[in-house]
């Protein structure tokens, strides 16, 4: 997470997914804020998945979507 943060300027919020990789390593589904707005419910979020080597070095992220904080899956 470390290295997220780093590499995007942004905090991790949450983790909502792990799997493991099958060349070893793991997947990781980090949601982030990315526009704070008042009320909280209404600020940007977004996902991120995020893969890391059996070490923990980051060597994959990409941005999946982007979605307002107070909305749900259906």
Do not use: K
């Amino acid at each position: 997470m470390e290295q997220f943060g780093s590499l995007t300027g942004r905090t991790p919020e949450a983790v909502s997914g792990v799997r493991a990789l099958p060349e070893g390593g793991w997947s990781v589904l980090v949601d982030v804020v990315e526009l704070e707005r008042v009320p909280a419910t209404t600020s940007v979020m977004a996902t991120y998945r995020v893969d890391v080597d059996a070490t923990g070095e980051l060597f994959a992220c990409e941005r999946l979507r982007r979605f307002t904080r107070g909305t749900t899956d259906i």
